[in-house]
C-alpha cells in the first residue's frame, strides 16, 4: 500500500519524470485474477466455511482484495440479505463484494474535440485503477480521508489528455466536469473504455407516458409505458418511514411524483456533515428528480440492493442504472454529457410506499 507521505510525494513531483521512479509501479494495473467473474471486497470481511453467519471464519480479507466469483448462494445473515457468494476460500456475504470484471482496453494516443475541449467520458473496466493526483493538495474531502486514492469498476469519468511516459506507458488525464472540487488526476490509460456516442442513445423515445416508480417498501424500481412494465431492478433508497408511512430520518428519500430535472452522464456527488456526509466521485448516469439534490444513479460502492443504504437518492446497480438513464427524459447529448430542463420537466419518478 501506498503510503500518504509517498502520495504527496508524487502530487509534487506531477507526471513529468514518472517513468524514473520506481515507486510509481505501483500506479499500473495489477495483474488481477483471471477468471471471467471477479469481486472486490468493500472492508474487512470474514469468509465464511458456509454460507451462514454463524459457521467457521476460515479467512479475514480487506478493502479492495480480489476474489474469484463463482456464483451466488442463499444462506443465513442476522440481516436482511440472505445471500453470499462463493469464491476460491469459502463465502462472503454479498452486501460486502462489489461484482467486477478485468476488462483492459487498448489506450488512445488522441483525443477528440468537443464543446469541452479535447476529451471523452470513459467507464473504469478493471476491478479498480490507481491515481497519480496532479494539483498541489486534495481538495475533495474523500481525498483529504485516504491514503490509497482509486477509481473503481463502473465509475464513469471524463479524460481530457494523455501522455505516454518514456517506457511506453499511457496515462489519461481524468478531470471530473461536473460537481468536482477540483481535483484532477492521471492513472494507467488501460483501465478505461471510450464510452462512445451510440451507446447512451435514448431508448424507446417514440414511447408514450413514461413514467419510473420506486417503491421504498419493496425497494424494486419499475419503468413504465402506459400500464406496461418495460424494466424492472432491485434498487437502495434511503427512506424509512414509521407506521403511518412518516419519515423517521433525514435520509428518508421523499415519496410523491417529482419529474426529473435535471440529467448527467457523470456527476461528483456529495454533502451531509463530517461523520454523517458523503464525497463520491464519477456517479455515472445520474438523473436527479428532487431539487436538493435527490437522484436516480449508479452505485459502486454497495452491493445491498434490495435494502435501505442510501442518503436519499435510489441507488441503482451500474447497468440498469444506465438503462434507465437512457430510457428516461430529457434525452442527453455526449456532448457536453449534462442538460436542465424546466418545468413540466422529464419523466415522472413516483416514489411510493408499496
Given at each position: 500500500?501506498?503510503s500518504?507521505?509517498?502520495?504527496?510525494?508524487?502530487?509534487?513531483?506531477?507526471?513529468g519524470s514518472?517513468a524514473?521512479?520506481?515507486?510509481?509501479q505501483?500506479?499500473?494495473?495489477p495483474d488481477f485474477?483471471?477468471e471471467?467473474?471477479?469481486?472486490?471486497?468493500?472492508?474487512?470481511?470474514n469468509?465464511r466455511?458456509?454460507p451462514d453467519?454463524d459457521?467457521?471464519?476460515?479467512?479475514?480479507?480487506?478493502e479492495?482484495?480480489i476474489?474469484?466469483?463463482?456464483?451466488?448462494a442463499?444462506g443465513?445473515?442476522?440481516?436482511?440479505?440472505?445471500?453470499w457468494?462463493?469464491t476460491?476460500e469459502g463465502?462472503i456475504w454479498l452486501?460486502l463484494?462489489?461484482?467486477?470484471?478485468?476488462l483492459?482496453?487498448?489506450?488512445r494516443e488522441?483525443?477528440p474535440?468537443?464543446s469541452?475541449?479535447?476529451?471523452?467520458?470513459?467507464e473504469?473496466t478493471?476491478?479498480?485503477?490507481?491515481?497519480?493526483l496532479?494539483?498541489?493538495?486534495p481538495?475533495s474531502p474523500?481525498?483529504?480521508?485516504?491514503?490509497r486514492?482509486?477509481?473503481?469498476y463502473?465509475q464513469?469519468?471524463?479524460?481530457?489528455q494523455?501522455?505516454t511516459?518514456s517506457?511506453?506507458?499511457?496515462?489519461?488525464?481524468?478531470?471530473?466536469?461536473y460537481?468536482s472540487?477540483?481535483?484532477i488526476f492521471?492513472a494507467?490509460?488501460?483501465g478505461?473504455?471510450p464510452?462512445?456516442?451510440?451507446?447512451i442513445?435514448?431508448?424507446n423515445?417514440?414511447a408514450?407516458?413514461?413514467?419510473?416508480?420506486?417503491?421504498?417498501?419493496?425497494?424494486?424500481l419499475s419503468c413504465?409505458?402506459d400500464?406496461?412494465?418495460?424494466?424492472?431492478?432491485?434498487?437502495?433508497?434511503?427512506?424509512k418511514?414509521d407506521?403511518e408511512?412518516?419519515?423517521?430520518?433525514?435520509?428518508s428519500t421523499?415519496?410523491g411524483?417529482?419529474p426529473i430535472w435535471r440529467?448527467?452522464?457523470?456527476?461528483?456527488?456529495s454533502?451531509?456533515t463530517?461523520?454523517?456526509?458523503?464525497?463520491?466521485?464519477?456517479i455515472g448516469?445520474t438523473a436527479?428528480?428532487?431539487?436538493?439534490?435527490i437522484?436516480l444513479?449508479?452505485t459502486y460502492?454497495?452491493?445491498d440492493?434490495?435494502?435501505?443504504?442510501s442518503?436519499?437518492?435510489?441507488?441503482?446497480?451500474?447497468?440498469?442504472?444506465?438503462?434507465?438513464?437512457?430510457?428516461?427524459?430529457?434525452?442527453?447529448?455526449y456532448?457536453?454529457?449534462?442538460?436542465t430542463?424546466t418545468?413540466p420537466?422529464g419523466?415522472?419518478v413516483?416514489?411510493?410506499?408499496?
Amino acid at each position: 500500500m501506498i503510503s500518504r507521505r509517498d502520495f504527496l510525494k508524487l502530487t509534487a513531483l506531477g507526471l513529468g519524470s514518472l517513468a524514473l521512479r520506481p515507486l510509481d509501479q505501483l500506479f499500473r494495473l495489477p495483474d488481477f485474477l483471471p477468471e471471467e467473474r471477479l469481486g472486490r471486497v468493500l472492508g474487512k470481511v470474514n469468509v465464511r466455511s458456509r454460507p451462514d453467519y454463524d459457521s467457521v471464519a476460515v479467512n479475514v480479507l480487506y478493502e479492495d482484495a480480489i476474489v474469484p466469483w463463482y456464483r451466488e448462494a442463499v444462506g443465513y445473515h442476522p440481516y436482511t440479505n440472505q445471500r453470499w457468494v462463493e469464491t476460491s476460500e469459502g463465502y462472503i456475504w454479498l452486501p460486502l463484494v462489489q461484482p467486477v470484471r478485468n476488462l483492459p482496453n487498448i489506450p488512445r494516443e488522441t483525443l477528440p474535440e468537443t464543446s469541452l475541449g479535447a476529451g471523452m467520458w470513459t467507464e473504469v473496466t478493471v476491478p479498480y485503477v490507481d491515481l497519480i493526483l496532479a494539483n498541489p493538495e486534495p481538495l475533495s474531502p474523500w481525498l483529504k480521508a485516504t491514503d490509497r486514492p482509486r477509481l473503481y469498476y463502473s465509475q464513469v469519468l471524463w479524460v481530457d489528455q494523455v501522455k505516454t511516459d518514456s517506457v511506453g506507458q499511457v496515462w489519461y488525464r481524468i478531470n471530473e466536469r461536473y460537481g468536482s472540487y477540483g481535483d484532477i488526476f492521471w492513472a494507467a490509460a488501460e483501465g478505461f473504455r471510450p464510452i462512445n456516442v451510440d451507446e447512451i442513445a435514448p431508448l424507446n423515445p417514440q414511447a408514450e407516458n413514461k413514467r419510473v416508480v420506486v417503491d421504498v417498501n419493496y425497494q424494486t424500481l419499475s419503468c413504465y409505458e402506459d400500464d406496461r412494465e418495460v424494466y424492472f431492478c432491485r434498487i437502495s433508497t434511503g427512506a424509512k418511514f414509521d407506521a403511518e408511512g412518516n419519515p423517521v430520518d433525514k435520509w428518508s428519500t421523499p415519496t410523491g411524483r417529482h419529474p426529473i430535472w435535471r440529467k448527467l452522464i457523470s456527476l461528483h456527488m456529495s454533502g451531509g456533515t463530517t461523520g454523517g456526509g458523503y464525497d463520491l466521485p464519477g456517479i455515472g448516469w445520474t438523473a436527479l428528480f428532487v431539487g436538493s439534490g435527490i437522484a436516480l444513479h449508479s452505485t459502486y460502492w454497495h452491493n445491498d440492493f434490495g435494502v435501505p443504504r442510501s442518503h436519499g437518492c435510489v441507488n441503482i446497480p451500474p447497468e440498469d442504472a444506465k438503462w434507465v438513464w437512457r430510457w428516461t427524459l430529457p434525452h442527453v447529448e455526449y456532448d457536453p454529457g449534462d442538460i436542465t430542463v424546466t418545468m413540466p420537466g422529464g419523466t415522472t419518478v413516483e416514489v411510493v410506499e408499496g
